[in-house]
């Protein structure tokens, strides 16, 4: 994909998220930024790219570690801040 | 790259994470919210495992199933007083992941990217390094593994620069280098950037955490984002950047509530300043201090406990000495016993109270305070002079007032909870040492406020004990 393209998504992604996030109160700034640990999680999926083409051993086993790290955040950060979340009771 | 399908869900599950964090705006959705992008990243995993042409689905899959073990694992077992550990090791974890994929790309001798993927590989390892090595000492710091205290020597801001110039060659070298040194340039920009990692976060003291972990959060995302212009995934590119984002945005509120530029902390002065006026308590407090603790502690802890009945209108103001002492259980107990009576209890949560953003609000959530009770600094403190007692429970430069007065101090200028407006202070610190900022709290001296130091979990239970005498 264009270079230009990738740049222009990246700055657009940037703006949304910040006026999205500008609005959370920190009331939930914990829970936000544990979710956010999850997202960054995302990377799974250039792990899983980049070890789906890999031949040798050795790219398989850092293929594997990289996989393994970013579920971990996945999988963590959205179980935690569901329980943190979930903590959060109105009066009565 | 396939085209059609793969973009479709990619925007789909772009659009599902920004209407998750939408519905995080409010307690009564976030629920949903966190759900909803929990979901959105699931789907994109299985899309990738289905679409793909992976030659060895067999490990991939092993790989996930261990990962998600144990990430429940970590999400199951952590205690509330540790979540900033988890935190920060998972800030750790997500920069580590990003620069293993990056070093893979520049591994792979037939992966036929373009010198804008090489670069893109070059900086997302440079960033991963940073987040990694940092947030492993800050977990550390947190942990109390280390020491939580800053870590200065002489020639650090040089030698912070040197790595810093070392890191932009290793970027602009990448150009030029053939297959072999490839590898050789990604290896030292692996050591480079971990390296400056640790001398970014050695000097950061455990007051300071906030920052730094909102700064890290930034930077996960920052190196899952270029990871994603390494691989030209702009779904990784979208999601990193909302991360991104995110953390800058915690980080500037928290430099706000610290009162410190972002440039001063990424410098390393810590605000331990070195010309803030040292703690010496002046013959003047120390005799006030005795003369209060002298007080018969029966006597005072009755004088507590029928200033609290007495009150109509209560602000608690928790610190991280709460978190610290374990004491939310025993100020949950004071509250429904205030509530019980009528009184209206409120909370004032400083924004950089306990040791990341929000950390207060989940102490006290998990507790049962209900939320609606937790209030942040702006809305409260229009309400101190109103107010019949504050209690401040393990916190001490949040409500320093010298932060108003004191010129020239470390802490003047930053936003403080107006406690000493009220009629009458009870504060129940572990002592009256200054806090971390180091500038004496003039607070304690005053007239309207009474001091029950020591672990605040015990002086708590010791005035709801006399609260129970005294409305017999």
């Known amino acids: 994909m264009n270079i230009g393209i990738l740049l222009v998504i990246f700055i657009a ?64 950060g959205f179980m935690v801040t569901d329980r943190m979340l979930r903590m959060f009771k109105s009066k009565g | ?55 060895d689905i067999k490990l991939v899959i092993a790989s996930l199933i261990a990962g998600s073990a144990i990430g429940v694992f970590f999400a199951v077992r952590v205690t509330m007083l540790k979540i900033p550990q988890l935190v920060a090791l998972l800030n750790g974890f997500g920069g580590l992941a990003s620069l293993v994929v990056a070093f893979m790309i520049l591994e792979n001798p037939n992966s036929g990217y373009g010198s804008i993927n090489l670069i893109a590989s070059q900086i997302a390892i440079a960033v991963g390094g940073v987040t990694f090595s940092g947030s492993i ?40 280098a053939d297959q072999s040194w490839r590898i050789v340039l990604a290896i030292w920009m692996i050591v480079i950037s971990n390296a400056f990692g640790i001398i970014f976060a050695i000097r950061i003291g455990g007051a300071d955490m906030p920052v730094t972990i909102s700064l890290l959060n930034s930077l996960s995302g920052v190196a899952a984002s270029i990871c994603g212009f390494a691989v030209s995934d702009p779904l990784l590119i ?48 120390a005799d006030t201090a005795r003369a209060k603790q002298d007080l018969d502690p ?55 109270a306990g040791r990341m953003p929000g950390h207060m609000n989940v102490l006290l959530a998990e507790v049962d305070v209900p939320y609606e009770k937790l209030c942040e600094i702006d809305d409260i403190n229009p309400a101190f002079p109103e107010t019949d007692v504050v209690l ?69 239970s010791r005035i709801i004990e006399a609260l129970n005498m005294v409305t017999k």
Do not use: W
Request: glycine share 10%.
């Open chain 2, 137 to 176: 000492i800050a977990a550390g710091k947190l942990d109390k593994k280390i020491s939580q205290l800053p870590v200065v020597f002489r020639g650090q801001s040089s030698a912070s620069l040197a790595l810093l110039a070392a890191m932009a060659g290793g970027i602009v070298g990448i150009l030029y």
């Open chain 2, 1 to 55: 790259m396939k085209c059609g399908f793969y973009e479709i869900v990619s925007i789909a599950v772009v659009f599902s994470v920004l209407l998750g964090i939408k519905l995080l705006s409010s307690p009564k959705t976030a629920v949903a919210g966190n759900r909803i992008g929990a979901l959105a990243i699931l789907a994109a995993i299985a899309m990738v495992l289905v679409h793909g042409e992976i030659l």
């Open chain 1, 13 to 76: 992604a940037t703006l949304v998220g910040y006026k999205l996030i500008s609005d959370v109160p920190s009331l939930l700034h914990t829970p936000l930024m544990s979710g956010m640990n999850a997202l960054s999680g995302v990377t799974v999926l250039g792990a899983i790219v980049a070890t789906a083409a890999a031949v040798m051993l050795s790219s398989k086993i850092l293929g594997c570690i990289a996989i393994v790290l970013a579920m971990v955040n996945v999988v963590g």
């Open chain 2, 298 to 352: 029966g006597k005072k802890f009755a004088e507590i406990a029928t200033i609290l009945a007495d009150a109509k209108r209560v602000i608690v103001i928790p610190g991280y000495g709460m978190a610290l002492s374990q004491a939310q259980g025993r100020v949950k107990q004071l509250y429904d016993f205030l509530d019980s009576r009528g009184a209206d209890v409120r909370f004032a949560i400083h924004p950089v």
């Open chain 2, 238 to 285: 979208a999601v990193g950047a909302v991360v991104g984002a995110s953390g800058l945005i915690l980080t500037r509120i928290m430099c706000r509530a610290m009162n410190r530029s972002l440039a001063e902390i990424l410098a390393g002065r810590t605000s331990v300043g070195k010309n803030a006026p040292a703690a010496v308590i002046t013959q003047e407090v």
């Open chain 2, 392 to 460: 401040v429970v393990g916190a001490c430069d949040v409500v320093n007032p010298m932060a108003i007065t004191a010129e020239g101090t470390p802490i003047y200028g930053m936003p403080i909870l107006h406690a000493h407006e009220a009629r009458r202070v009870i504060v129940c610190n572990l002592d009256e040492k200054p806090g971390y900022s180091g500038v004496e709290n003039p607070l304690y001296r005053k007239e309207n406020v009474l001091m029950a130091l020591g672990n605040a979990e015990e002086t708590l």
